[in-house]
């Protein structure tokens, strides 16, 4: 009786071996899906992490065979990364942290999804005049004094064409980077709502006396949680009070968006988007834009400042009832 639950228990553990093996071959298979059959040694690592008590900071052997993995519960300790994964590593070759990427594009999962343009780098700050056509453009892009604490990236894509921005490669974030600073901003490719109907938002329609934003960079991401909060407990005023169009910062796609770290551009976020590309009234149309913008960087308690390419003065302030689009920005 004894020797049955012998061989019983050791038929268990033998299952339980092989279905933690199959977890991370899962996720193995995943990464290659994602990316064109490949997967790089930083996400096998990253992986190896997921399961085992195993440092991803660590180096893998060149033999994956020579490395012995033990579960994090410590009940077994003789599993062969080669058990998982025995192929080739893609190679990912660093970008510089010397150097701009204003203009790149950005794939911000590493999913193969282009999901926006990069209009600033932290690493090395303004790249223009600072000043996007007069002095309500002004804008201040940080410079990261210690780049080491700003995270690392890869060319996903050689090069990628997109409404009417020049040509450039697609950058990508390299995995396991906990602690490490986002170290670009982006803003997407196209607006928030339906592109067809071209819809556009008001501000906060029934607001008179709101506050509480910023305009300086780095203020958008703020901006919007704090207006989305303040909208959601209708402090400035009834919503969607605009019987023609809705309020912005009830956008069920501003608030599903917003999770993911999507926010509403402040008002030198956008100057620091048109003057580091050169965007303009001549060429906005080319580059998908349409005319008018908010941000979210209010300048009165019943007024904010919108974008308008068509006009040669294109920052400018609007009553929170008028409608204007919506395009998001967000940090990687």
């Not at 933690?20 to 290659?32: D, R």
């Not at 410590?74 to 590593?89: C, H, P, Q, T, V």
């Not at 150097?99 to 911000?108: C, L, M, N, Q, R």
């Not at 005049?129 to 201040?140: C, E, L, V």
């Amino acid at each position: 009786m004894v020797g049955l639950i012998d061989k019983a228990q050791r038929a268990k553990d033998v299952t339980q071996r092989e279905y933690i093996i199959e977890l991370a071959q899962i996720e193995v298979l995943e990464k290659q899906t994602n990316n064109q059959g490949k997967i790089t040694e930083e996400e096998f690592k990253g992986i190896l992490a997921n399961y085992f008590t195993f440092d991803p900071e660590s180096e893998l052997p060149e033999d994956l065979s020579e490395l012995t993995l033990t579960t994090k519960d410590g009940k077994y300790s003789d599993i062969l990364a080669s058990e998982i994964y025995n192929g080739r590593f893609e190679k990912k070759e660093l970008i510089s942290q010397d150097e701009s990427y204003v203009g790149y594009f950005a794939d911000i999962e590493g999913d193969g999804t282009v999901d926006g343009i990069i209009y600033a780098d932290l690493a090395k700050g303004n790249t223009g005049s600072g000043k996007w056509y007069n002095s309500n453009g002004t804008y201040t892009i940080p410079k990261e004094k210690d780049v080491s604490t700003l995270k690392q990236y890869y060319i996903k894509e050689e090069a990628h064409e997109e409404s009417g921005f020049d040509s450039k490669p697609v950058l990508a974030p390299i995995e396991n980077q906990e602690g490490k600073k986002d170290r670009f901003y982006v803003m997407a490719l196209k607006n928030i709502g339906d592109q067809e109907k071209g819809e556009t938002y008001c501000w906060y329609s029934a607001a008179s006396s709101a506050g509480g934003t910023s305009s300086g960079f780095g203020g958008g991401k703020k901006n919007t949680e704090t207006m989305m909060e303040k909208w959601e407990n209708a402090e400035y005023g009834k919503q969607n009070a605009n019987a023609s169009y809705k309020d912005m910062w009830g956008i069920e796609e501003l608030k599903t968006k917003n999770v993911q770290g999507w926010f509403v551009p402040s008002k030198a976020e956008w100057s620091a988007f048109g003057g580091e590309l050169g965007i303009n009234t001549s060429n906005y149309q080319t580059k998908g834009l349409s005319d008018k913008y908010w941000s979210s960087s209010l300048i009165s308690s019943n007024q904010a400042y919108g974008v308008n390419f068509a006009e040669t003065k294109p920052l400018s302030n609007y009553n929170l009832s008028r409608d204007r689009y919506i395009r998001l920005s967000v940090t990687f």
